[in-house]
Antibody
Framework: QVQLVQSGAEVKKPGASVKVSCKAS????????ISWVRQAPGQGLEWVGW????????KLAQKLEGRATVTTDTSTSTAYMELRSLTFDDTAVYYC???????WGQGTLVTVSS | DIQMTQSPSTLSASVGDRVTITCRAS??????LAWYQQNPGKAPKLLIY???TLESGVPSRFSGSGSGTAFTLTISSLQPDDFATYYC?????????FGQGTKVEIK
């Protein structure tokens, strides 16, 4: 069955960077894109970005352009989301999901704390 | 960017009630609209896609309708498992936008 398994929780200081991984299994990785979504504590869902599993084409939420990068390693069927210059407002659970309607990962809590 | 406006933000209802949640897009998205249910600490679960297609395994008391810019999610008879938060999501292009969410609470 389709499964997305994400890396573990992270605690970072303001100004640092974080890189979250999302390993896919149960389907042909190159046939689908991966989207990233985040959810701050007690808040709604916010789309972060998308990457094609086929050619690495990306699209990012305008507010995160310049700070976020999404990449893939097709040899391991793994997608990555890196966020730089972290602020307290970046504290959230980060999810990966198979585009457009597929399975979601279990979520990775990123905490920005001084 | 496409904006999604979802209402109400909170809804108090009783078991057996008929519940309707609405979602409006800032521009036409045809029927590229999905509905998700989320419980605390869990990833969202897909209920409906292409505005009105029920995901496999989802109870038939859930239904969706609409096209263009106006959409609704209806739960025909609210069950105890249905008290959760619901989100609409447009997936018209290689980007998603979510509604603000509707928390369905026990009255």
């Amino acid at each position: 069955q389709v499964q997305l398994v994400q890396s573990g929780a992270e605690v970072k200081k303001p100004g640092a960077s974080v890189k979250v991984s999302c390993k896919a299994s149960g389907y042909t990785f190159s046939r689908y894109g991966i989207s990233w979504v985040r959810q701050a504590p007690g808040q709604g869902l916010e789309w972060v970005g998308w990457i094609s599993g086929y050619n690495g084409k990306t699209k990012l939420a305008q507010k995160l352009e310049g700070r976020a990068t999404v990449t893939t390693d097709t040899s391991t069927s793994t997608a990555y989301m890196e966020l730089r210059s972290l602020t307290f407002d970046d504290t959230a659970v980060y999810y990966c999901a198979r585009d457009p309607l597929g399975a979601w990962g279990q979520g990775t809590l990123v905490t920005v704390s001084s | 960017d496409i904006q999604m406006t979802q209402s109400p933000s909170t809804l108090s209802a009783s078991v057996g009630d008929r519940v309707t949640i609405t979602c409006r897009a800032s521009q036409s998205i045809s029927d590229w609209l999905a509905w998700y249910q989320q419980n605390p600490g869990k990833a969202p679960k897909l209920l409906i896609y292409k505005a009105s297609t029920l995901e496999s395994g989802v109870p038939s008391r859930f239904s969706g309708s609409g096209s263009g810019t106006a959409f609704t999610l209806t739960i025909s008879s609210l069950q105890p498992d249905d008290f959760a938060t619901y989100y609409c999501k447009q997936y018209n292009s290689y980007s998603w936008t979510f509604g603000q969410g509707t928390k369905v609470e026990i009255k």
